[in-house]
C-alpha cells in the first residue's frame, strides 16, 4: 500500500508496550475530539471521540486524555500490537461558533511497531 | 467495512480531463463530507452536503464540484485536471453535522 505522509513524526514502540500519541489542536471553543486511524492503503477509520465535558474516555485498548487548559490531547494504546501500525489523526470540530461546520484533522502521526 | 462506498477505486487520466468520483454513504446518514489527501498536504476538506445541500466548503478548488442527490449519493466532479490533482479523494458521511465520520475506502487518482 502507499504511504499516507512522508514527512510524518513518527512514534516507534516496542511490540507489548504503551503507546502515547499526542496532539495539540488549535481551537479553544471546539468541543468535540475525535481519533481516527490510518492503515496503509485505507480511508481513516474511527477510534474514540470525546467531548469537552470529559478529560478521559475509555475503549478497548485505548485512552483519550483531553487537556482543555493547554488544548492537547492523546491517544493511548495498551499493550501496542502489530496491526496497531498505521497513521493517528486526531480532529477537532471548531465548535458550534464554526461557521464552516467541518471537522479540522490534525496533520497525523506514524505509529511503528518494533518487533 | 465502514459501511461507505466509493467507485472506482482507481482512476488515471490525462490532464485537462474531467473525471466523476462517486459515494454512496453509509445507510441512515444524511451528512457527506469529501477529502482530498495527497503526501504532503494530510487530509485536506473540500465540502460538505447534508440532506442534499451544501453545508460546507473548505480548501475546495474552483475546477472542483460536488453534488448530493435525492437518494444522499454524492458525485465530486474534479475538470481541467492538473498534475498536482493526483491523490487520494474520500468520502466520509455522518448522521448528521459534528456527528463521527465513516470513511469510504477513498479513490486513488493519478492524472499523467
Known amino acids: 500500500g502507499e504511504s499516507v505522509g512522508l514527512h510524518l513524526p513518527t512514534l516507534s514502540v516496542q511490540e507489548g508496550d504503551n503507546s502515547i500519541i499526542n496532539c495539540a489542536y488549535s481551537n479553544s471553543a471546539s468541543d468535540y475530539f475525535i481519533w481516527y486511524k490510518q492503515e496503509s492503503g485505507k480511508g481513516p477509520q474511527f477510534i474514540i471521540d470525546?467531548?469537552?465535558?470529559?478529560d478521559k474516555r475509555q475503549g478497548q485498548r485505548v485512552t483519550v486524555l483531553l487537556n482543555k487548559t493547554v488544548k492537547h490531547l492523546s491517544l493511548q494504546i495498551a499493550a501496542t500490537q502489530p496491526g496497531d501500525s498505521a497513521v493517528y489523526f486526531c480532529a477537532e470540530n471548531g465548535g458550534y461558533d464554526n461557521r464552516d461546520d467541518k471537522i479540522i484533522f490534525g496533520k497525523g502521526t506514524r505509529l511503528h511497531i518494533l518487533p | 467495512d465502514s459501511g461507505v462506498t466509493q467507485t472506482p477505486k482507481h482512476l488515471i487520466t490525462a490532464t485537462g480531463q474531467r473525471v466523476t468520483l462517486r459515494c454512496s454513504p453509509r445507510?441512515?446518514?444524511?451528512?457527506v463530507y469529501w477529502y482530498q489527501q495527497s503526501l504532503d498536504q494530510g487530509l485536506q476538506f473540500l465540502i460538505q452536503y447534508y440532506n442534499g445541500e451544501e453545508r460546507a466548503k473548505g480548501n475546495i478548488l474552483e475546477r472542483f464540484s460536488a453534488q448530493q442527490f435525492p437518494d444522499l449519493h454524492s458525485e465530486l466532479n474534479l475538470s481541467s485536471l492538473e498534475l498536482g490533482d493526483s491523490a487520494l479523494y474520500f468520502c466520509?458521511?455522518?448522521?448528521?453535522?459534528?456527528?463521527?465520520?465513516?470513511f469510504g475506502p477513498g479513490t486513488r487518482l493519478l492524472v499523467l
Open positions: 470525546i467531548r469537552s465535558n470529559m
Open positions: 466520509a458521511s455522518s448522521t448528521g453535522p459534528w456527528e463521527t465520520q465513516y
Open positions: 445507510s441512515g446518514d444524511l451528512s
